[in-house]
């Protein structure tokens, strides 16, 4: 006795199953809903899907996932171009962009530097973030990237990379998160805190 | 500035935001998956979705999903065609055969009678269950429904349905699930539980 009652319908769980963090039964589920659509809802499903992937294009510039040849961000003119943040994923640029605090330029890397992952800097767009601080349009490159032993490696490997070049490098503050108590946060977070502190402004804010 | 870099990235997410349970955040995850992917991947993924909605079948007899014109179940001699098993959707038809306690047929009614929801008797297959239990060919039919008060209504309407046939009408225990403690059980499931008490067999079992 097969487990499920039509072939169509293990096709599609199977398939549902592949998305990260989908188990066979929200598979399941996933394809039982499905059922419930109109054969058109399920044509523009598909299509959404299958065009994301056969159509999508990056910006020729930072990487980021766009329509066009360069992305909106790269375009805009009134964006500080001297400015240029180094982010893993398009996923970073999003959540960046969510803050509203930074109005220069992204490099998306595509990864990390991960060799349990397979990933080394060859995978990655070093080279033309290398090219970028050659041309001299960027003069300041902040590195954005996951506090991890990744992160920290690709960070290192970066700043090598860029050494023979004028442009500064910086990295994002690390530091007790907003919201925190002092006495839960970790010792190295608190450690790095203290010794980054920042000036205290009347306002109370930092920014 | 739009909250997508992409418009093909915005159409998938929200293609994906229409599955059971999925926001946005989990979307946006499933679609930046889907860039990982081949292209050849995403077709397959694509057309499994669109396959199952576009050439999906129903059993003539039972209504569960088949790839032919009469379900594996249906189809099959040595099963018990005296006995059918009305349940709610194709789910629940999945749950009693992963059992492998009922050797019988199923009826699929495709809902329950839910006023709330716009379901009345009219949209779930009631009618061909009086056919089948008119034909002589069911002996007893067993409702398998949710214990809700929606249930209980479709069992009731079921019942009157089929009073004027022979078929014995019976339906599932309800009572302690196994491995609760009676001190947590409410009270309703525990009366009916002493109400429908089974004899003790020597094996501990009551099946």
Not at 39 to 51: G, H, L, Q, R, T
């Amino acid at each position: 006795m097969q487990k499920y009652p039509s072939g169509l319908l293990e096709n599609a769980v199977n398939e549902f199953a592949r998305l990260p963090g989908v188990g066979m039964r929200t598979a399941l589920r996933f394809a039982l809903n499905v059922l419930k659509w109109s054969k058109e809802e399920a044509i523009v499903f598909a299509n959404a899907v299958n065009d994301l992937r056969s159509k999508v294009n990056y910006c020729r510039i930072c990487h980021n996932i766009c329509d066009t040849e360069i992305c909106n961000i790269c375009a805009d003119t009134e964006r500080d171009a001297s400015t240029v943040c180094v982010v893993e994923n398009i996923r970073d640029v999003m959540a960046i962009e969510g803050t509203g605090q930074f109005h220069g330029l992204y490099h998306v890397l595509g990864g990390i530097i991960s060799p349990m992952d397979g990933m080394g800097p060859s995978d990655l767009n070093i080279d033309s973030l290398v090219k970028r601080a050659e041309s001299g349009e960027a003069k300041e490159i902040i590195l954005a990237l996951s506090t991890t032993m990744e992160g920290d490696t690709t960070n290192f490997y970066i700043f090598r990379k860029l050494e023979h070049t004028n442009v500064k490098i910086s990295i994002i503050a690390r530091g007790i998160s907003v919201g925190d108590e002092i006495e839960y946060a970790d010792e190295i977070t608190l450690g790095r805190a203290i010794i980054n502190r920042t000036e205290f402004l009347e306002t109370g804010k930092t920014i």
